[in-house]
C-alpha cells in the first residue's frame, strides 16, 4: 500500500502561482510513476502532468508552459509549480502514484482545492 498526502492548494488571483506538494509513505517501490491529475465539477479526472523516478515528464497541453512538476526521490515527494494560473485551472488537485506512465497508478491522494479567481 502507498499513501499520499497532498498540501498547498487555495485561492490565488488570475495570473498568481501555486506550488503543491505529494508526499508519499509506505510501499515507496510502487511509486515509479508520480503524476498530477485534475478534475473540475461536471467534468471527469484529467492528467495534468506526470513525472517518473528518473525524471522522465509529460505535460498536458493546457498546462504546458506555466506547470511543472518535479520530485525528490529522497522524500519521496512530488510537487507542482503552477504558475500564470487561468479561472480555467480551478479544480481539486489529486496525487496519484503507480509503476505505468500510460495509465493512472492504483494510489490516489485525498485531493487539494485550487480556486483561481479572475
Known amino acids: 500500500q502507498v499513501q499520499l498526502v497532498e498540501s498547498g492548494g487555495g485561492l490565488v488571483q488570475a495570473g498568481g502561482s501555486l506550488r503543491l506538494s505529494c508526499a508519499a509513505s509506505?510501499?515507496?517501490?510502487?511509486?515509479?510513476?508520480m503524476a498530477w491529475y485534475r478534475q473540475a465539477p461536471g467534468n471527469k479526472r484529467d492528467l495534468v502532468a506526470v513525472?517518473?523516478?528518473?525524471?522522465?515528464?509529460r505535460y498536458a497541453d493546457s498546462v504546458k508552459g506555466r506547470f511543472t512538476i518535479s520530485r525528490d526521490n529522497a522524500k519521496n515527494t512530488v510537487y507542482l509549480q503552477m504558475n500564470s494560473l487561468k479561472a480555467e485551472d480551478t479544480a481539486v488537485y489529486y496525487c496519484?502514484?503507480?509503476?505505468?506512465?500510460?495509465?493512472?497508478?492504483?494510489?490516489w491522494g485525498q485531493g487539494t482545492q485550487v480556486t483561481v479567481s479572475s
Open positions: 509506505g510501499n515507496i517501490e510502487s511509486t515509479n510513476v
Open positions: 513525472i517518473s523516478r528518473v525524471g522522465w515528464s
Open positions: 496519484n502514484a503507480g509503476l505505468n506512465p500510460v495509465v493512472a497508478g492504483n494510489y
